[in-house]
Structures are given as C-alpha cells and as structure tokens.
C-alpha cells in the first residue's frame, strides 16, 4: 500500500517538477491508507504565501468533509512540512506525517506539537525527490 501512495506521489511530482513552483506534492490517506487527496505548491503562481502543498491538500479535505477535524488521517509530503504547515497540520488533529526530504532551513518536526509523530521515508524516491529541490535553486541563483 505505501507503494503505491508514493507512486502517485512520484508521478504526481513529475508532473509539477518543472513548473514555476518549488517542487513539493503533500498527499492524504485515510486510515486505511485510501489515497483520498493530492495538491503541490501553489505559492508563485497564485501569489499565495501560505500556498504549500500541504496547506493545500488539507483545505482539499477540508472543502471535501466540509469539517476541519482531520483526525485518523495520514499526511504524506515529499519535503519535511515547514513550521506554516506544521501549525496548519496542528489545526486538524491529523496526527501522522511522512516525508522524504529534510526542510534543514525552515523544518517544523522539531518544534511540532509532541501528539504529532513525523517519520522520514528514505530510498531512491527521496533520493530523487531531493535533488529536484536542489536542481530547482540552483536554477534561481
Ligand atoms: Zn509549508
């Protein structure tokens, strides 16, 4: 099962990785691990600071449920929520997270409210997922 969620994830990824946005796609399951949601960044076209994949996938379901309590579901995000999402992923009561790549600048697993549990998945699509981010700023410089 988590398989395939990181295959969505993975081509979900390749899709958006050469847009203007930095590469990031944030997916939700429900406890059953049912794909039930997947956005990416949205911030530099839409000129919305708070346009993070993961502040996008949540409002998803938050429109979808009509209901902010998101408890019982699983965040995926191929980048380490930073302390904005973490704050927005704090709001829902959603109390799992799983991601790929360290945040090292802006990173909010640290600080996290402690019902919150954050476990790093490692592997060739972390591997991959990370040097996108790299490719996509040294692009900017
Ligand atoms: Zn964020």
Excluded: W
């Excluded at 927005?88 to 799983?98: D, S």
């Amino acid at each position: 099962m988590v398989n395939e969620i990181i295959k969505k994830m993975y081509d979900h990824f390749n899709k958006i990785v050469d847009s203007v946005e930095v590469p990031v796609v944030s997916l939700i399951t429900d406890a059953d691990n049912n794909i039930v949601a997947i956005s990416e960044n949205e911030r530099q076209a839409k000129f919305k600071i708070c346009g993070h994949a993961e502040i996008n996938v949540i409002n998803k379901l938050f429109k979808k449920y009509q209901s902010k309590n998101l408890k019982g579901f699983k965040l995926y995000s191929t980048l380490e929520p930073c302390k904005m999402c973490v704050g927005a992923i704090e709001q829902t009561g959603l109390n799992e997270v799983f991601y790929f790549v360290d945040n090292k600048k802006f990173g909010g697993s640290a600080t996290a409210d402690n019902r919150i549990t954050f476990k790093k998945i490692n592997g060739e699509e972390a591997t991959y997922f990370e040097e996108q981010l790299k490719k996509y700023f040294a692009k900017l410089r």
